[in-house]
């Protein structure tokens, strides 16, 4: 039915109708118009207001991670939109369902370089470079439309972040406006049944197939799990593929620890992921055959030749590709001693990463079955992506190849507020913390009960490891003053603790759970810990 309403009141209504109830933003007079629409419909919206743009977009991510939906952020444009651009790059490495919606200087002023407030040299090509799809709604009559257009590309292939600016003017001016239903369905390619009969024979034939996981395979646990235990093969997760099958399974692997298994692989099946460690490090001659499963295709040719390579999401070629399997695969005797043997020694290996292994078999325990651990780029998050034990799938959140320092403690804000049901610790060093430290207002003023690890040496740690270590140590401007957290803490009205030995840290936690009103903020001095570096 045919309206009259502003642009604004416009995007509001159709974010409504795509099941959008949560905005992370931050207002401002180029949005002022959406902002008057919220407040209109407010009963339908919890907008969490930031500190910055960068913890509203970091907080997105986070939702969206958490929950695997489509999820909006809000900032105003120019510099708005540039203090988000490390989210929205850390979104598009992670394959996130994050919709950047932006404002824009007036219509008439774009492109002019006549110095409007917040005006930058073609900012919709600055949001093209981080998203799959960005548009500009020229008249309020485009704006149901682009944001149908904005959720379908989401949902279509690979999903990663997309981005949409409407002008100030269109935002206030009134039209006629069909409002579209939410009912979106976004493209699946075609399944190519001789490329999954292929892959059915090569799997069948295999003696020591071998199962690359990535965030493509989170949304298939179980089907994973199953094909596994079928090809007895082991399941091998990095950063965005753990959890996929749980680690107490005997088939579940660390990347370390498959290592040693490479070289007896003769058939490796890809699944979600680029496999960009095995193919830079560890071919020194072996080459088993690869099969992949990737819904975006320009994948398949990544790094190796692929024998076959599938065109689909995960959760449907699976179980196509499960049914083919039963005519071609054999039955093999069971590997679990074999991949128990892996996994121990990998674990003798692994043991000089103290004391970040006993932190972080305090967190595996207090976190319980279903806990989220977001980590950081910090030497407790670093070792936690190697030796961490992840139970189920989404409960392990990384920044994935992005690497973006302070990135943790925002995005887990996130994590939280979509997951109020189970704890969830984020993992800071005191370099990264400071990033992001404001939002610490945010998460008292909206009562996000999120726990942080604080990881506190005064230094940006891991670069000066590398100076130490890789250049005579040679150290320079990684040396950091650091405020007296515990008071600059409770002054944000946060509850702030401190702890220094792993059983220290278990009953800060504990405490930590018990609080729900307030994030809980932990430090945790500490001097220096050893590399992760040595099992690069």
Known sequence: M???????????????????????????????????????????FRIIHTRHEQGAAYMGLGYALAKDEPTVFNVVPGPGLLNATAAMSTAYALNAKLFCLTGQISSRAIGKDWGELHEINDQLGVIRGLTKWADRANAPSDVPGLIHEGFRQMLSGRPRPVGLEIPMDVLAAKAQIDLLSGDVHGDEPELDEDAIEAAAKLLGQAKTPMIFVGSGAQSSSALVRELA????????????????????????????AAKALWDKADVVLAIGSNMRVPA?????????????????????????????????RAERALPVLMTRLE????????????????????????AVLEPQLSYLKVIR?????????????????????????????RTFISTGYQGTLGYGFPTALGVKLARPDV?????????????????????????????VLLFNNNQYGNVQQ?????????????????????????????QALRATTPEEVRT??????????????IEVPFTEMPSVDQFR
């Open 327 to 350: 005519r071609h695969n054999h039955i093999r005797a069971s590997r679990k001693d074999e991949l128990l043997e892996a996994k121990a020694k990998w674990a003798e290996r692994s």
């Open 2 to 44: 045919t309206q009259e309403m502003t642009g604004g009141e416009a995007a509001v209504l159709s974010l409504h109708n795509h099941g959008i109830d949560t905005i992370f933003g931050l207002p401002g007079v180029q949005n002022d118009w959406l902002y008057n629409a919220f407040y209109d419909h407010r009963e339908k």
């Open 280 to 312: 830079r490090k560890w071919i020194k001659g072996h080459a088993p055959q690869i099969i992949r499963i990737d819904v975006d295709p320009d994948t398949h040719e990544k790094f190796f030749t692929p024998a076959c390579a599938i065109t689909a």
């Open 229 to 256: 235990e079928t090809l007895q093969a082991p399941v091998v997760g990095y950063r965005t593929g753990m959890g996929v099958v749980d680690a107490r399974s005997y088939l579940s692997l660390h990347q370390p």
């Open 365 to 393: 325990e207090e976190l319980g079955e279903d806990g989220v651990f977001v980590d950081e780029l910090t030497q407790v998050g670093f070792a936690s992506r190697i030796t961490y034990p992840v139970y189920n799938p």
């Open 423 to 451: 704890p969830v610790i984020s993992v800071c060093g005191d370099g990264g913390f400071m990033f992001g430290v404001q939002e610490l207002a945010t998460a008292v003023q909206h009562k996000i009960p999120l726990i």
């Open 466 to 494: 590398m100076q130490k270590n890789n250049y005579g140590g040679r150290v320079i401007a990684t040396d950091l003053h650091n405020p007296d957290f515990l008071r600059m803490v409770d002054s944000f009205g946060a």
């Open 508 to 521: 800060a936690i504990q405490q930590g759970k018990r609080t729900t009103d307030v994030p809980t903020v």
